[in-house]
């Protein structure tokens, strides 16, 4: 598990600001449950907890330097 500063990844930051308000529209009404907090958990448990340890150990250099010049 990593601990410490998360390596910024231009092609996901890109990819997760530009996905449509259409596409998400059009998955909620097909998956009751896309987009709502705690479903992952119920999908992959092991996935979920792994996730949720390693936000809580590591941090974004961009969110590190927005609290600093806050």
Known sequence: MK?????PSLK???????TGKLKRKAKKA???AYGKKGTGFI???????S????????FSVFGF???LFK
């Open 43 to 49: 999908k992959n448990p092991k996935k979920a907890v």
């Open 30 to 32: 097909i998956i009751p």
């Open 51 to 58: 996730n949720k340890v390693y936000h809580k150990n590591s």
């Open 12 to 18: 996901r930051s890109i990819k997760a600001r530009t």
């Open 3 to 7: 601990i410490g500063i998360r390596k």
């Open 65 to 67: 330097l927005k609290k």
